[in-house]
């Protein structure tokens, strides 16, 4: 399937907003019977309150960490192609603020790269979300672990 730096297909921090189907395409391949997605979409709660909008905050390292993430999710699973982006700014309801497709000769390696993939991603890359409620509160959550 190639080295890691060669299987990882794309790797982005973005303001626009994301494509799923970008992603599926960057990990398509012949040698790959099973691609697994996720559509991580901003919802309309948090905690039992109601959210009006977010917005994403990145570090300027923050394209670098996750190009680093997917590399290393890469050399983990050898026969996975990987995509992921993160959008940072404003967001509203239903946008998709993480976007991630791996691909893989086997369902059970996609599904354990995809997984790992993402909950690495919320680890390490430096991605802030700010969340402003429908009763005029917000916060601050820190996608770092």
Partial sequence: MGAAAERTRLAEISEQPLSLERAIAAVTDPRCGAV?????????????????????????????????????????????????????????????????????????LAFAACDDLVDTVKQRVPIWKHQVFEDGGSEWVGALG
């Fill in 36 to 108: 697994v997605t996720f559509d991580g979409v901003v919802r309309d709660h948090d905690g039992g309150r109601g959210v009006q909008h977010l917005e994403y905050s990145a570090h300027p390292s923050a394209p670098e960490a996750i190009a680093e993430v997917a590399r290393e999710i890469a050399e983990r699973y050898p026969d996975a192609l990987i995509a992921v982006a993160h959008r940072h700014g404003a967001l509203t309801i239903g946008d998709s603020a993480l976007v991630c497709a791996v691909s893989a000769p086997h369902r059970k």
